[in-house]
């Protein structure tokens, strides 16, 4: 039944796209009533098959294709539906503090066993380190070679001089890293300095004794747990922000910015297939990877991934894959969970690239090295964004705002962050398989996983 209304659906949205290019290139003159009338036919098709899949990400395909329509149609009522994505981004944004505190003290002092984690946590970190920089540069590179955000004409009242970068000297830009009241920051929405904060509180609760470590390590953990569960809840109303955010930005800006949109969508998917044949390629020929066998074992998790846009989704068959690949289980146990607060490749190349196109989208010329410094702080606001969908817009809000950056671009990524998260979550969840060969590999334990049903521990006996 599905598969027979799919074919009617494709059919109606067929039909509008021929109606629409016949009339564009003036092959026959057609109605404007008849346009309107496959149009909406169309959308009425794809509300439906969303009603029949019940599914997140099917609903906010469909709100930007109605978003779009509406914004065309009646642009008076589109630019009133702003408000409701101002409400999605506000929730959005209480995300930021609690998210990356729990996420980053879990992380450190939920490892901080030195004895336990030994050379694999510290060649984890520095593999974790050095790839997803590598990843930060390729998308600062491909943003500026595309220029994607450039001639973007955003509302009145939006540019102007307090949309530059704050000149500082090195020293005040040093010092701005560091909190002086963390109540402030959180506040203020200074992601940096809650980071700082963070990583600090993480080391010192890390050389406290068991017993008092403990508490506040659980108390962390349930905190990422709750914000994983609040960032879920907010994104049930993903579906009417990102309408009425596409909405809004067709019926003020007009349809001429869709160009700008594939231009974005375009230089990400390419910097994304940069970065696998360029870095995680190579990296597996030089971890000697069975690459046949490692592609068919991602597969699976892979997919899942693309279709939930989470990467928390794909976490317990990625971990049972590369298990049954030849990675010991004692290392994919430490690995992949870390690697979701460090390891997000896919993520940190858009958030660069993201991040770039919102000044470029402004008006603001950013020099090398303001661009160099945004990097230098994704590279850290990066690691506390975790396996929860859509929570890189979280760190991009707290980036843009941290560099005296407009948000209205981000209304403009946010109507195509759901093609745009289904690409970056696949390649975070590949970066950290892979990582778990390459620690396997360099720690010279690669192909000693237990058999299917025998723990470690038996083999060990």
């Known amino acids: 039944m599905r598969a ?6 494709i059919a ?13 290139l003036g092959l026959f003159s057609i109605p404007a009533s008849a346009l309107t009338a496959s149009r909406w036919l169309a959308i009425a098709a794809l509300l439906a098959f969303a009603a029949m899949r019940r599914s997140l990400t099917t609903w906010i395909l469909v709100s930007m294709v109605l978003g779009a329509e509406i914004g065309h149609d009646w642009p008076g009522v589109a ?24 996420t980053l003290v879990v ?39 595309s220029r994607a955000g450039v001639g973007v004409q955003l509302p009145s009242g939006t540019r102007g001089e307090q949309l530059s970068p704050a000149k500082q000297t090195p020293a005040e830009i040093i010092l701005h890293i560091f909190p002086e009241n963390i109540a402030k920051s959180v506040a203020e929405g200074e992601v940096l300095q809650i980071v700082v904060f963070s990583i600090l509180f993480g080391i010192a609760l890390a050389l406290l004794k068991e017993n008092k470590r403990k508490p506040m390590l659980s108390f962390a953990e349930s905190l990422s747990e709750t914000m994983f569960k609040f960032t879920n809840v907010v994104m049930l109303f993903a579906p009417v922000g990102v309408g009425a955010a596409i909405a809004y930005t067709v019926g003020h800006m007009g349809l001429g910015i869709l160009v700008n949109l594939a231009q974005l969508l375009a230089t990400l998917y390419a910097a994304l297939i940069t970065f696998l044949l360029l870095v995680l390629f190579p990296v597996a020929l030089i971890a000697r990877v069975p690459i046949r066998k490692f592609v068919s074992a991602i597969a699976e998790p892979v997919s899942i991934a693309f279709a939930t846009t989470s990467s928390e989704a794909a976490l317990p068959r990625a971990m049972e894959q590369m298990e049954h690949l030849g990675v010991p289980r004692q290392i994919v146990a430490f690995v992949m969970p870390t690697g979701y607060s460090f390891n997000l490749d896919g993520t940190t190349l858009y958030l660069s690239l993201a991040s ?14 303001q661009q160099l410094l945004m990097v230098f702080t994704l590279m850290l606001t990066s690691k506390g964004v975790a396996g929860v969908p859509r929570a890189s817009l979280v760190i991009l809000l707290g980036t843009v705002a941290s560099f005296n950056l407009p948000i209205e671009p981000v209304f403009i990524i946010l109507g195509i962050d759901e093609l745009m998260d289904m690409a970056r979550t696949s390649v975070n969840v590949i970066g950290n398989c892979l990582a778990t060969i390459v620690i396997a590999r360099w720690e010279g334990e690669f192909g000693q996983a237990a058999p299917v049903g025998v723990s470690q521990e038996a083999l060990a006996d």
Do not use: D, W
């Open 12 to 24: 109606c949205v067929t039909l509008a796209a021929l109606l629409a290019v016949c009339e564009k």
């Open 356 to 369: 770039v196109f919102v000044a470029q989208a402004a008006g603001v010329q950013m020099s090398f090295g």
């Open 79 to 102: 630019v009133n539906l702003r408000v409701l994505s101002l409400i999605f981004l506000r929730m959005i944004k209480t995300i930021i503090g609690p998210l990356l505190f729990g």
């Open 107 to 145: 992380g450190i002092a939920g490892h901080s066993n030195l004895k336990q984690v030994g050379r694999m946590g510290i060649k984890a970190l520095v593999y974790f380190e050095l790839v997803t920089t590598i990843a930060l540069f390729i998308g600062l590179a491909a943003i500026n070679i």
């Open 4 to 9: 027979k209304f799919a074919v009617v659906v």
